[in-house]
């Protein structure tokens, strides 16, 4: 039998268990290791060296003194902190700590220190990066490198370092090295370890990557289309709504200037994902990306629901996911048309006015050609919710409300020649396609007016090219 | 060197530039492939390029994607490398 014990000398629980240490040394072999002075315990004659932490890393210590019982080789049990019982139970030394306190809490260890594990799992290989590494000159701005190197969307980036791509690789459980699938346009596989370093690139924190990686997963769904929403002429792009417990746990913003700049989380995983496509898949402005205008949700298009008022039904539940399940939904969407009604106080004339406003998306005279999103504000929802409107009865009278006669929609109807086909004149043309409309709850309180986000005119194929959700992991 | 590195955000490979096939100087006994891509009117557009071809005396097949929203099938693709000479690609709108 013989025992190990790792200490540091800045840690009063360490100076005080000094004297039992010596007293251990008596009866047993006693190997001693020093975290940040090796002539610590100077009464002992000092401890091994392990400012480097090595010892302390692969031993997984996480307190100081951390104290060891090994028996051929191999460790049998461990007491951390000064616990008298404790101690006595391990070494079997009934008269060990005598005039001591019974308890006093140990330290932190340095090797469990902030941001510590992962530069260690570095250093001793418990993690290796596959990616190619990209030396900068001293002279050099890592900055102004991914600009030469074409990796950025025209803002700056935060440089993946190692150091860096090992905290993002903290947020998930998955391995490194597992694909998670082919990225359009050029359809290469792309690693976590990958999707690691883009997420680090973009500004994410480690808590987000959950978040990245059901979004790129949902992106590659094939109802999904990505490689066609990449290579639209219309203005759209992928668009996140994040539902669930995550959005409050990250620090996403559903409030005020939801749409808008501002918060971490909102802007860094929706330009994470951008930044996948644009890195991995190659895809980019004026080559495969084709658009005409594009639109400024193209850097970053991410944001929560407003799930605060239990008497909404949160937008994944409505889709079929569990109460309380986290979610990514992915929507094809461009950008944000405001939509005024400071008139409206009753919950039929709101339907019937946000619906006119709705039927603006991509043309006033076209039908089932792309989707939307209508964000609802506090401010209107009060409206509904004052009439005791919940998700189920607003979605029905907008439904309702957005059913128009053919024969003014169809083409040269009045006097336009854009339009639906001229056999639909004697029908009630819906505006869209059943689940093409989300009603999505955010913004700040205010403003008695909506948001519209208007959708890829691919939906009119809405068989082939569908609004997808994704349950984020770990 | 500062030792300052970071690591390569991109699929790291290397696009192999193929140069194009020259175009056909004669096209008597070529067979002409007519690709839709499924986007409104595309069928419309090739069939007025397939009537001007036929009246030439030109071979042609048709082809189409499923969908204008995603790529060609490796199978639709692969059909066409084996059988034509020359492509035409229909857009539409």
Same mark, same amino acid.
């Given at each position: 039998?013989?025992?190990?014990?790792?200490?540091?000398?800045?840690?009063?629980?360490?100076?005080?268990?000094?004297?039992?240490?010596?007293?251990?040394?008596?009866?047993?072999?006693?190997?001693? &290791?020093? +975290?940040?002075?090796?002539?610590?315990?100077?009464?002992?004659?000092?401890?091994? /060296?392990?400012?480097?932490?090595?010892?302390?890393?692969?031993?997984?210590?996480?307190?100081?003194?951390?104290?060891?019982?090994?028996?051929?080789?191999?460790?049998?049990?461990?007491?951390?902190?000064?616990?008298?019982?404790?101690?006595?139970?391990?070494?079997?030394?009934?008269?060990?700590?005598? *005039?001591?306190?019974?308890?006093?809490?140990?330290?932190?260890?340095?090797?469990?220190?902030?941001?510590?594990?992962?530069?260690?799992?570095?250093?001793? *290989?418990?993690?290796?990066?596959?990616?190619?590494?990209?030396?900068?000159?001293?002279? /050099?701005?890592?900055?102004?490198?991914? &600009?030469? +190197?074409?990796?950025?969307?025209?803002?700056?980036?935060?440089?993946?370092?190692?150091?860096?791509?090992?905290?993002?690789?903290?947020?998930?459980?998955?391995?490194?090295?597992?694909?998670?699938?082919?990225?359009?346009?050029?359809?290469?596989?792309?690693?976590?370890?990958?999707?690691?370093?883009?997420?680090?690139?973009?500004?994410?924190?480690?808590?987000?990557?959950?978040?990245?990686?059901?979004?790129?997963?949902?992106?590659?769904?094939?109802?999904?289309?990505?490689?066609?929403?990449?290579?639209?002429?219309?203005?759209?792009?992928?668009?996140?709504?994040?539902?669930?417990?995550?959005?409050?746990?990250?620090?996403?913003?559903?409030?005020?200037?939801?749409?808008?700049?501002?918060?971490?989380?909102?802007?860094?995983?929706?330009?994470?994902?951008?930044?996948?496509?644009?890195?991995?898949?190659?895809?980019?402005?004026?080559?495969?990306?084709?658009? =005409?205008?594009?639109?400024?949700?193209? &850097?970053?298009?991410?944001?929560?629901?407003?799930?605060?008022?239990?008497?909404?039904?949160?937008?994944?539940?409505?889709? *079929?996911?569990?109460?309380?399940?986290?979610?990514?939904?992915?929507?094809?969407?461009?950008?944000?048309?405001?939509?005024?009604?400071?008139? !409206?106080?009753?919950?039929?004339?709101?339907?019937? !006015?946000?619906?006119?406003?709705?039927?603006?998306?991509?043309?006033?005279?076209?039908?089932?050609?792309?989707?939307?999103?209508?964000?609802?504000?506090?401010?209107? &929802?009060?409206?509904?919710?004052?009439?005791?409107?919940?998700?189920?009865?607003?979605?029905?009278?907008?439904?309702?409300?957005?059913?128009?006669?053919?024969?003014?929609?169809?083409?040269?109807?009045?006097?336009?020649? =854009?339009?639906?086909?001229?056999?639909?004149?004697?029908?009630?043309?819906?505006?869209?396609?059943?689940?093409?409309?989300?009603?999505?709850?955010?913004?700040?309180?205010?403003?008695?007016?909506?948001? =519209?986000?208007?959708?890829?005119?691919?939906?009119?194929?809405?068989?082939?090219?569908?609004?997808?959700?994704?349950?984020?992991?770990? | 060197?500062?030792?300052?590195?970071?690591?390569?955000?991109?699929?790291?490979?290397?696009?192999?530039?193929?140069?194009?096939?020259?175009?056909?100087?004669?096209?008597?006994?070529?067979?002409?492939?007519?690709?839709?891509?499924?986007?409104?009117?595309?069928?419309?557009?090739?069939?007025?390029?397939?009537?001007?071809?036929?009246?030439?005396?030109?071979?042609?097949?048709?082809?189409?994607?499923?969908?204008?929203?995603?790529?060609?099938?490796?199978?639709?693709?692969?059909?066409?490398?084996?059988?034509?000479?020359?492509?035409?690609?229909?857009?539409?709108?």
């Amino acid at each position: 039998m013989e025992f190990l014990a790792v200490l540091k000398r800045d840690c009063e629980t360490c100076q005080l268990v000094e004297p039992v240490l010596a007293e251990l040394r008596d009866e047993f072999p006693l190997t001693l &290791y020093s +975290q940040d002075d090796p002539t610590f315990p100077k009464g002992l004659g000092g401890a091994l /060296d392990d400012t480097s932490l090595e010892k302390s890393w692969r031993l997984g210590v996480d307190t100081v003194p951390t104290l060891v019982r090994i028996e051929n080789g191999q460790e049998i049990s461990r007491t951390q902190g000064w616990d008298c019982a404790e101690w006595v139970r391990v070494t079997g030394i009934k008269t060990l700590g005598e *005039g001591l306190p019974a308890f006093q809490p140990g330290c932190g260890s340095i090797s469990v220190e902030p941001g510590m594990p992962e530069r260690l799992a570095l250093k001793f *290989g418990a993690l290796t990066l596959e990616s190619r590494v990209i030396e900068v000159d001293e002279m /050099d701005d890592p900055a102004e490198i991914a &600009y030469d +190197q074409g990796w950025t969307d025209g803002l700056p980036i935060i440089p993946p370092t190692d150091l860096r791509i090992a905290r993002m690789l903290t947020g998930t459980t998955r391995d490194p090295g597992e694909i998670l699938g082919a990225i359009p346009p050029n359809l290469i596989d792309c690693t976590i370890e990958k999707a690691a370093v883009n997420a680090v690139m973009a500004g994410c924190r480690p808590e987000y990557f959950p978040v990245v990686l059901a979004t790129v997963e949902a992106a590659l769904k094939p109802e999904f289309s990505m490689h066609g929403l990449l290579a639209t002429l219309w203005f759209s792009g992928p668009v996140v709504i994040v539902n669930g417990p995550i959005t409050k746990r990250i620090g996403m913003n559903w409030g005020g200037n939801v749409l808008g700049q501002g918060n971490r989380a909102n802007a860094t995983i929706g330009r994470a994902l951008q930044l996948i496509i644009r890195n991995v898949g190659g895809g980019r402005p004026r080559e495969i990306d084709r658009s =005409v205008f594009g639109n400024p949700g193209k &850097y970053t298009f991410c944001f929560p629901e407003d799930e605060t008022d239990a008497d909404w039904t949160p937008l994944n539940v409505a889709r *079929g996911h569990a109460p309380g399940t986290s979610t990514v939904t992915l929507f094809h969407g461009d950008g944000v048309q405001g939509l005024a009604d400071q008139k !409206s106080r009753d919950a039929e004339s709101l339907a019937r !006015s946000l619906a006119m406003g709705l039927c603006a998306v991509c043309h006033p005279k076209l039908a089932q050609w792309s989707n939307a999103i209508l964000v609802l504000s506090p401010d209107h &929802y009060n409206i509904f919710k004052n009439h005791g409107w919940g998700r189920a009865k607003i979605e029905a009278a907008l439904w309702e409300a957005l059913k128009r006669p053919g024969r003014d929609l169809i083409t040269d109807a009045q006097g336009i020649g =854009v339009g639906i086909d001229p056999s639909r004149a004697n029908e009630m043309v819906d505006k869209f396609h059943p689940g093409g409309l989300l009603v999505v709850r955010a913004g700040g309180p205010g403003g008695l007016f909506s948001a =519209v986000i208007g959708g890829w005119t691919a939906h009119r194929k809405h068989e082939e090219v569908q609004i997808v959700s994704k349950e984020i992991g770990t | 060197m500062s030792g300052y590195t970071m690591r390569d955000p991109t699929a790291e490979t290397a696009a192999v530039r193929r140069n194009r096939i020259p175009p056909k100087a004669v096209l008597a006994n070529a067979t002409i492939g007519l690709l839709s891509i499924s986007k409104e009117r595309s069928e419309e557009f090739l069939d007025t390029v397939e009537a001007q071809l036929t009246k030439r005396g030109l071979k042609i097949l048709r082809y189409a994607k499923p969908t204008h929203t995603k790529p060609a099938p490796e199978s639709v693709i692969q059909d066409i490398v084996e059988h034509c000479d020359v492509i035409v690609e229909g857009l539409a709108d």
